[in-house]
């Protein structure tokens, strides 16, 4: 039993199965789509709010360093990434290369965690772009009925429209086609990376260099835990521990990682990269590079315009504007960030079904779902399914207890993916590998230790509801995903036919 549970598919069967008519997606996408992808879905709510939330807790002025770090710590699992994504150039991410390292059991609990991870990740964000939306209708005068606006309505029931409307119209978008969707994505990143420059650029000629006197805090200078109330820190991580000195920069390096979440998902696209051996490595490493040199120099900026213990908490970007006298920039980057924040939706959306795609081809989900639209040539089966449980989702779940999911299960993907990359070389050494992650085993381990430390810190009921959802999924294996492989119906047609 144990060897059935732990056979692996070979990369050849993986390449092979992409060629399938009906189940062979478009391939269309470029080495710049990638990176856009990646800037797409990374710079989001993170940079024009966890900016002042670590700032005031951890870090002071070092935050900048909070983000290098964090920064690395990504660079580490992004090697890892790309040389898996351009080695095998299927759907599905770390779902697929572990299939072809660590067997069939192990992809399909990490295919489970991504099935999660990405689907809360899409409501938590389509929820923060409605609030977006909303406080900027109400800055305009038009206010959202309670009942339309929120979960909470003023009888205790409620639907928040925008967030449930939001997925649903992406979900057409991702239907119609890739490039669509990269053309998009494409005039959105462009939007919200512009509004970031001009923050940078703007707030460079503000900048009062006693503000970043001392540049490592050594004790906090309010009172503590005076911020730890953010609705955002409270949504997204459940905890924000106020420490500062050295240990107050790497404190608030857990925090911000979770601003880089999103550029494991461009390795979901590499089964519609038109050259995924040269051009995943590119999009993958290019787009981290680029939000990792923004995300420092936001911190430097905001840290530099206004005090690090005056700054706000819900928006310190344009709340240090409002402080300089600069008024406008506020209503400027909250409407940067509610387009920004639609293509981080889509994005991890994007995901999610390429892995659920990836699962139903290999029988491990039911068939049905890998059949792609004959004319569009995308997965419109899942694309539908879970664009709408997501809608309903974004639209009637109280998600504040289990969007620390979305960090957890990021965090899990980046240990398989970093030990499937030292499994491979040992059992596949002979795989024309287009990228190679340099320095293995080394880089693959720290890879896990950073993951693993950045774990550590996340609050015991997260891991308590990761348990119980891994413990679902090894249910849902045994019931249904074991006896329909594909991979074990071709591996017993062979049994039978042999002498």
């Not at 000629?205 to 009172?223: A, H, M, S, T």
């Not at 996340?458 to 294996?477: D, H, K, N, S």
């Not at 045994?478 to 329909?484: C, D, E, M, P, S």
Request: net charge neutral; charged share 15%.
């Amino acid at each position: 039993m144990s060897s059935t549970l732990f056979r692996t598919k070979k990369v050849e069967q993986s390449i092979l199965d992409t060629e399938e008519p009906e189940h062979a997606l478009k391939k269309s996408l470029s080495a710049l789509d990638l990176t856009v992808f990646g800037v797409g879905v990374i710079i989001g709510t993170g940079i024009f709010v966890l900016t002042g939330t670590v700032a005031k807790d951890n870090a002071g002025p070092a935050t900048a360093l909070a983000f290098v770090a964090a920064g690395v710590a990504c660079a580490l699992a992004a090697l890892c990434y790309a040389e898996f994504a351009s080695t095998v150039p299927v759907a599905g991410s770390a779902y697929t290369f572990s299939y072809a390292s660590l067997g069939e059991l192990p992809a399909w609990i990490i295919g489970w965690d991504l099935v999660l991870e990405f689907a809360l990740g899409t409501a938590v964000v389509a929820v923060g772009w409605s609030g977006y939306i909303q406080s900027l209708m109400d800055n305009a005068g038009w206010a959202m009925p309670a009942a339309l606006g929120s979960r909470e309505g003023a009888d205790g029931f409620g639907f928040d429209i925008l967030a449930a409307a939001l997925v649903l119209v992406l979900t057409g978008i991702l239907v119609v086609g890739m490039k669509l969707s990269a053309r998009i994505t494409s005039i959105v990143v462009a939007i919200k990376v512009t509004v970031v420059l001009v923050v940078i650029i703007a707030g460079a000629f503000l900048i009062k260099g006693d503000n970043y006197d001392p540049f490592i805090p050594k004790e906090q200078p309010v009172e503590a835990g005076a911020s730890l109330d953010s609705p955002l820190i409270q949504l997204m991580f459940g905890w924000a521990p106020s420490n500062f000195g050295v240990m107050g920069i790497f404190t608030a390096a857990s925090v911000v990682f979770f601003a880089f979440i999103g550029f494991d998902v461009v390795a979901t696209a590499a089964e519609e990269t038109k050259n995924p051996q040269r051009d995943m490595p590119r999009g993958i490493l290019g787009s981290l590079v680029i939000c990792t040199t923004l995300y420092v120099l936001v911190s430097i900026v905001v840290t530099g315009m206004q005090h690090y213990s005056e700054l706000s908490v819900d928006a310190p970007l344009a709340d240090a504007f409002k402080a300089t006298g600069h008024p406008w920039f506020a209503g400027f980057i909250s409407f940067g960030a509610a387009v920004g924040l639609t293509t981080v939706c889509m994005i991890l959306l994007l995901g999610q079904t390429r892995v659920f795609f990836a699962m139903s081809r290999d029988g491990l989900l039911p068939r049905f779902f890998s059949r792609v639209h004959p004319r569009f040539k995308t997965p419109h089966r899942p694309t539908i399914l879970l664009g709408v449980i997501i809608a309903v989702l974004a639209g009637f779940t109280p998600l504040t207890e289990l969007a620390a999911l979305v960090n957890i299960g990021t965090l899990f993907a980046f240990v398989v993916v970093a030990i499937g990359v030292i499994i491979l070389r040992k059992t596949r050494a002979d795989l024309p590998r287009a990228f190679r992650t340099p320095w293995v085993p080394v880089i693959p381990i720290l890879s896990v230790c950073a993951s693993l430390w950045l774990m550590i810190n996340l609050p015991a009921e997260t891991w308590v509801r990761f348990g119980i959802w891994m413990a679902a999924g090894f249910i849902v294996y045994f019931l249904y995903g074991r006896t329909h492989s594909r991979l074990g119906k071709e591996e017993e047609a062979k049994a039978e036919n042999t002498p």
